[in-house]
T-cell receptor, first 116, second 113 residues
Framework: NAGVTQTPKFRILKIGQSMTLQCTQD?????MYWYRQDPGMGLKLIYY???????DKGEVPNGYNVSRSTTEDFPLRLELAAPSQTSVYFC???????????????FGPGTRLLVL | KQEVTQIPAALSVPEGENLVLNCSFT??????LQWFRQDPGKGLTSLLL?????REQTSGRLNASLDKSSGRSTLYIAASQPGDSATYLC????????????FGTGTRLKVLA
């Protein structure tokens, strides 16, 4: 299993440009999450999905959009990039269930985004 | 609104020392709490998860405890090693009806050889 993969690893955007951050997991997990982590801070939830076709907003959804057409993929779209979106973006997934092992989130390596 | 705090923000200890990391949350109505480790430039790795009905979980040299009524969790690391150097984050899932997790800001640990 590759686990959770994210592309690209690093990207520089100009203000106003758009891009899609890709996230793929091969563990057949229903739940997927997008977080951003600003320097010296914890993670803030942007969007999450409980299954294909179902998405919902997290704490900081403004300026972002998501889609979930398949179980494996959960892309994050940035429209009209702003300097405030400079951050490290992490994708995570976890299986369905309520026992401890099923609650564990698996994280990708992150995408470092710089908006200038 | 649930808030999660981790104090101290940074900690340096000599190798071999036993240490405790703290996590506080403002709303005790949590569903579970997780401890994660983050190495520089890497994603997060789950260490331990405690359900709201549990008091503690153990894995190797790590022991996490949960006191819901006081809004606190501690991560105990026994006989610390330089390889334990990383940032440790806690996260709470607030209620069974939500799939959202609220993260603390982390404690950056450095274990000196």
């Amino acid at each position: 299993n590759a686990g959770v993969t994210q592309t690209p690893k690093f990207r520089i955007l100009k203000i106003g440009q758009s891009m899609t951050l890709q996230c793929t997991q091969d563990m057949n997990h229903n739940y997927m999450y997008w977080y951003r982590q600003d320097p010296g801070m914890g993670l803030k939830l942007i969007y999450y999905s409980v299954g294909a076709g179902i998405t919902d907003k997290g704490e900081v959804p403004n300026g972002y959009n998501v889609s979930r057409s398949t179980t494996e993929d959960f892309p994050l779209r940035l429209e009209l990039a702003a300097p405030s979106q400079t951050s490290v973006y992490f994708c995570a997934s976890r299986p369905t269930g309520t026992v401890n092992a099923q609650e564990t989130q698996y994280f990708g390596p992150g995408t470092r985004l710089l908006v200038l | 609104k649930q808030e999660v705090t981790q104090i101290p923000a940074a900690l340096s200890v000599p190798e071999g020392e036993n240490l405790v990391l703290n996590c506080s949350f403002t709303d005790s109505a949590i569903y579970n709490l997780q401890w994660f480790r983050q190495d520089p430039g890497k994603g997060l790795t789950s260490l331990l998860l405690i359900q709201s009905s549990q008091r503690e979980q153990t894995s190797g040299r790590l022991n996490a405890s949960l006191d819901k009524s006081s809004g606190r969790s501690t991560l105990y690391i026994a006989a610390s090693q330089p390889g334990d150097s990383a940032t440790y984050l806690c996260a709470v899932r607030h209620g069974s009806g939500t799939y959202k997790y609220i993260f603390g800001t982390g404690t950056r640990l450095k274990v000196l050889a």
